[in-house]
């Protein structure tokens, strides 16, 4: 028997059933086999294959240039180093917007061609219907409300959002219409304390926050953001864990120097 085999890999259900457990589910993105490799034998819960990828690997000024192919890219190569986190692979702009058709499509690329579990969409009661479809189709959806980066131009700006109490109604009842329609967990991003408590209080289904306090079931950050190696901005929702970009720096200045002065390779760098 192999070693591997005593690993059990993290389903949609035991996601849900993490619902208000004290045990919170703790998610994090990848976008390459290392990275991914590294946070599955951590013991992270989630991997989320984010389009953040677009920003903080392909140095793409929001996430909306991100194709299907490059996604593909980034989920097959993080689902081949995965063995227990569940895979969650985010859809990207113009993916699943134009039709149910397309979205029922591009989505399944991601569990047929990829190894991912499931699929994250940005929004709310209009993709209620295509989120109704996924799930009948076998295709686990995450869901995302609150600030949606994919709208980044709509809203002028990654802002907080849901000050407004209209604004915060519609997104209580948006995420109660996901629920409805089969989502297995929502991402709520960049909303107010209370608002985030109101809605892991209002669904069954797990809430996930990302700048969102700490009443959600579970966090997920960028690991660029949280490693410090993505430092064009620092969002106030992100703890830095380490400062690995500082790091990096460094260690390319001091290896610069070591060559350009002839101290690298030294003797026992080099053979006989
Ligand atoms: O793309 C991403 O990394 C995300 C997270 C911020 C939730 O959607």
Redesign the pocket.
């Known amino acids: 028997m192999s070693i591997n085999s005593d690993i059990k890999k993290i389903t949609v259900p035991d996601i849900i059933a993490r619902k208000g457990s004290s045990r919170k589910i703790s998610?994090l993105?990848a976008y390459d086999f290392l990275m991914a490799e590294m946070l599955d034998e951590a013991g992270i819960d989630i991997i989320?294959?984010?389009?953040?990828?677009?920003?903080?690997v392909a140095g793409y000024s929001t996430?909306l240039p991100v194709s299907m192919e490059e996604m593909l890219y980034h989920t097959r190569i993080v689902g081949k180093a995965v063995k227990q986190a569940l895979v969650v692979a985010?859809m990207p702009f113009l993916s699943y917007q134009t039709s149910l058709e397309q979205g029922i499509l591009n989505a399944g690329r991601f569990l047929k061609e990829a190894e991912a579990q499931a699929v994250?969409i940005?929004g709310g009661e209009c993709y209620a219907m295509l989120v109704r479809r996924l799930v009948e189709t076998g295709i686990p959806v995450m869901g995302?409300l609150g600030l949606l980066?994919q709208s980044v131009h709509k809203y002028g700006g990654y802002k907080l959002q849901g000050k407004e109490p209209e604004i915060a109604e519609k997104l209580l009842r948006d995420a109660r219409i996901l629920e409805e329609s089969g989502v297995f967990s929502i991402?709520l991003?960049k909303i107010p304390v209370d608002l985030a408590r109101k809605i892991t209080q209002a669904v069954k289904v797990p809430t996930?926050g990302?700048g969102a306090g700490p009443a959600c079931d579970g966090q997920?950050?960028?690991s660029h953001d949280m490693l410090g190696i993505y430092d064009k901005f620092k969002p106030k929702f992100v703890r830095r864990y380490a400062e690995l970009g500082r790091e990096m720096r460094k260690a390319f200045r001091q290896y610069i120097k070591d060559v350009q002065t002839g101290h690298f390779p030294a003797a026992e760098e080099s053979f006989d």
């Open positions: 998610a993105t989320l294959v984010g389009d953040s990828a677009g920003m903080v996430t985010d994250k940005e995302h980066p991402v991003e996930i990302i997920i950050l960028v």
